[in-house]
């Protein structure tokens, strides 16, 4: 399975981020390639204008394009997803996210905005073809603690969450991959 990951925080130290890589690692090695992009690495001039023949850019749209999974993950701004993922997406073809699987991660300070991944990014992600969405999983700060030797310490019941959203994955094969033309979502 080809997994692309687009984390959309601008911190260097980021949950959400942090969130992403340990989704992968409960994948446990069924990536057969793997990209991370970090979106506040991408050139920030060049991301703006949307110019996708910067090669940064650019190589990132292909991983998209490339991927059977794409982890969105984004912290909570404001009450919806980070600037920074909406420039990205901005840049993407039309139906970018046709026939791939999506899983959409958010970390936020409070549970108030548990929400925000549907009522926010599912549209955006519907209107770039999406179909095959995945549980969302939204961690509030307090889930995941920061641990002293760095990285966080996930609660229990966000690791049952992560586990049962990817859970669709176990039978992915390149022949179950989702059929552009299918309506189905997991
Ligand atoms: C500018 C800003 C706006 C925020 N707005 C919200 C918000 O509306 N709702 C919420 O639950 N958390 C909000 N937060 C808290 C972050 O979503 C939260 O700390 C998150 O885990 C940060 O993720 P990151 O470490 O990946 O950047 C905000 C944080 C910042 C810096």
Do not use: N
């Not at 023949?53 to 059977?68: F, G, K, M, N």
């Not at 909406?86 to 699987?101: E, I, T």
């Amino acid at each position: 399975m080809h997994i692309t990951s687009l984390s959309a925080s601008p911190s260097e130290r980021s949950r959400s981020a942090w969130l992403t890589q340990f989704a992968l690692t409960r994948l446990e090695g069924r990536a057969s390639h793997h990209h991370d992009i970090l979106i506040r690495a991408l050139p920030a001039a060049e991301l703006l204008a949307a110019d996708v023949r910067e090669p940064a850019i650019a190589a990132a749209v292909l991983a998209v394009e490339q991927a059977d999974l794409v982890v969105v993950s984004t912290p909570i701004y404001k009450a919806a997803y980070s600037g920074l993922l909406k420039v990205f997406l901005d840049l993407l073809p039309p139906d970018a996210l046709r026939g791939k699987l999506v899983l959409p991660l958010a970390t936020g300070g409070s549970p108030a905005h548990v929400l925000a991944l549907d009522y926010a990014l599912k549209p955006v992600l519907s209107a770039l073809g999406a179909r095959h969405v995945l549980d969302s999983v939204f961690a509030t700060d307090a889930q995941l603690r920061r641990h002293d030797a760095g990285g966080y310490v996930p609660e229990p019941d966000l690791i049952a969450r992560l586990d049962r959203a990817l859970a669709p994955l176990a039978s992915f094969t390149p022949h179950t991959r989702p059929q552009p033309e299918s309506a189905l979502s997991c």
